[in-house]
């Protein structure tokens, strides 16, 4: 299947990535501010750690401990994922203040490495959002999501996608999700020392990994016993993964992959999607619910999307270009049933590689 890159006629000027950018840029968006979200990171820290502190000390019943410890984890998610705006270098004009940030959420909370995110997310997956032979987070074997994918397989595994492939990701997948990034990381950074790259950058991070682990469980046996420091540890690593699944696959997964691609800007929008929230979950999502405006201005900081996100929707009206919006609980609908069916589905060219 080919997706033309619009409906304009061919006197009109094809829109750009450029061109979309500027109209951002002139409405005073990407202006540096790592002020609010230091301080944003750090009530969120906050809050995540009053909470949890509350809970190991009072030990309220089951049905009070249960939601304020999901509470307690989508904060610490929260938190983590601030480091977001740090790893594409948004939230200051210096380096070693995004570097930091990111270190921060990402690592110190998170235990992912940022030079492993830098590689995988802005390096690869941005600018080749779902293409199949490019984007790593659409290569998920045994997963198959795409037709294609599923014919590389053998056996068992297409067995496994055609009739449990939604069960698996959302029961294994999605709760192992942030084992399965801190062991890439680790990998990743072993790599890089192999090969004698980024020295410096790579050291720096295997400290920041160092001090998640001494941070999650070395300091808490002073306090706490190994047995409970080790099922803290074990239930937050889960609910951030089914948190982080829940807010990254709904943003592509609901959308067939992309076999080639010759429009940069139809690529970002033909497989990019934003849900609609309520306020607090707004303002604790760190602007991942506006995945199309991060991806056609990925040096825009969270607080910047939801200004953007008009501009945006209008360029896209304008050119006859797709902008996909819906309600969260519709996307992850979506995102379910895609996943089921994805194995059957067939990759796309985008925009007519002749163009």
């Known amino acids: 299947m080919t997706i033309a890159s619009t409906g304009q006629a061919r006197s009109t000027p094809r829109p750009t990535l450029a061109g979309l950018r500027r109209e951002l840029e002139a409405a005073g968006l990407g202006r540096p501010a790592a002020g609010r979200i230091f301080l944003k990171f750090t009530l969120l820290v906050v809050a995540s750690g009053g909470l949890l502190a509350w809970l190991l000390q009072a030990s309220p019943p089951w049905w009070v401990a249960a939601p304020a410890a999901c509470l307690a984890a989508w904060l610490l998610t929260a938190a983590s994922m601030c480091g977001h705006d740090g790893a594409h270098g948004a939230a200051s004009d210096h380096d070693w203040v995004n570097d930091l940030l990111g270190r921060l959420g990402f690592t110190l909370v998170g235990g992912l490495s940022l030079e492993y995110w830098k590689h995988k997310h802005n390096a690869l997956h941005h600018p080749n959002v779902n293409v199949a032979s490019k984007d790593p987070d659409v290569q998920q074997s045994p997963m198959g999501l795409s037709a294609q994918q599923h014919r590389d397989e053998r056996g ?61 469980l070395l300091l808490p046996l002073a306090f706490l016993g190994w047995r409970t420091t080790l099922a803290v540890y074990g239930i937050a690593t889960v609910l951030m993964g089914v948190y982080l699944a829940m807010i990254f696959a709904p943003a592509h997964m609901p959308y067939p992959l992309v076999e080639e691609s010759s429009d940069p800007l139809l690529t970002q929008l033909a497989s990019t999607r934003d849900f609609r929230t309520g306020p607090f979950l707004r303002a604790t999502l760190v602007g991942l619910n506006r995945q199309i405006e991060h991806h056609v201005a990925q040096r825009l900081h969270h607080l910047d999307l939801e200004r953007a996100a008009p501009i945006v929707r209008a360029f896209c009206q304008r050119h006859g270009l797709p902008y996909h919006e819906t309600s969260w609980a519709r996307a992850l609908l979506d995102t379910t049933r895609h996943i089921g069916r994805a194995w059957e589905v067939e990759e796309v060219v985008l925009g007519g590689i002749a163009a």
């Open 156 to 216: 068992a595994v297409r067995v496994l996608q055609r009739n449990i492939q939604t069960l698996g990701f959302w029961v294994v997948g999605a709760p192992l999700l942030p084992v399965a990034l801190r062991a890439s990381s680790l990998r990743h950074l072993a790599g890089e020392l192999r090969r004698g790259r980024r020295i410096r950058s790579v050291l720096l991070d295997l400290t920041w990994s160092l001090a998640h682990y001494l941070l999650w």
